[in-house]
């Protein structure tokens, strides 16, 4: 028997078992399922897709909050946004160089 989530937003497992190829449903799992409007994707939902999908969006929550958790919302924002204007530029490496340079007017090391 398998436990398999069914999003990242809910820690909430179905019962599954490969030998049957059968999804037990526990008390409200339905209600659940129904709310979540995942009701008609059973099938997916035990594909190695979906479960993926999951642990992606899982740790993409997990950092979110850590990093939000250090430098606070704001300071996160704004430096989401640098990191997505530094990734579009051609000449990013340089950038990066410049930017975490102590002093990048120095002759010095």
Known sequence: MRKLRISAQ?????????SVGGIWLDKGEWELLK??????????????????????????????????????????????EIRQWLQSQPQKAD???YLLAEDPYSAEK
């Open 35 to 80: 709310a979540e409007g995942l009701a008609g994707s059973l099938n997916a939902i035990v594909t190695q897709t979906w479960q993926n999908k999951i642990r992606q969006e899982t740790a993409l929550n997990n950092f979110v909050e850590i990093y939000e958790s250090k430098f606070g919302k704001e300071t996160y924002k704004k430096a989401k």
């Open 10 to 18: 809910h820690a909430h497992r179905l019962d599954y078992s490969n």
């Open 95 to 97: 950038l990066r160089a």
